[in-house]
Nanobody, 123 residues
Framework: QVQLVESGGGLVQAGASLRLSCVAS????????LGWFRQAPGKEREFVAA????????YYADSVKGRFTISRDNAKNTVYLQMNSLKAEDTAVYYC????????????????WGQGTQVTVSS
């Protein structure tokens, strides 16, 4: 059974940094595209960042470009989201996701999802 487990969320002040991690278990994801999404209260889930199977291509939402960095360690079956210069509007539950393909996309068309980790940024 495939599982994606996120960690690293928390409560921080505006301007601070956090690093989210997502560990995949049940199978290797070295040939899968991975992504991060977020959902704020009362809003739809939205794309944050994605990375292709090799890590050679990354994609970001305009709202996080220049502040967030997605990376992966295939040896550890882990994807990371480094979040710097956090803003109150970054407050949301953050989800990692995996696709059954090497190509990353910025839509919700992912095949596996984690349970999410809460990030709260106080202003």
């Amino acid at each position: 059974q495939v599982q994606l487990v996120e960690s690293g969320g928390g409560l921080v002040q505006a301007g601070a940094s956090l690093r989210l991690s997502c560990v995949a278990s049940g199978r290797t994801f070295s040939r899968n595209a991975l992504g991060w999404f977020r959902q704020a209260p009362g809003k739809e889930r939205e794309f944050v960042a994605a990375i292709n199977w090799s890590g050679g291509s990354t994609y970001y939402a305009d709202s996080v470009k220049g502040r967030f960095t997605i990376s992966r360690d295939n040896a550890k079956n882990t994807v990371y989201l480094q979040m710097n210069s956090l803003k109150a509007e970054d407050t949301a539950v953050y989800y990692c996701a995996a696709r059954n393909t090497i190509v990353a996309v910025t839509t919700l068309k992912y095949d596996y999802w984690g349970q999410g980790t809460q990030v709260t940024v106080s202003s």
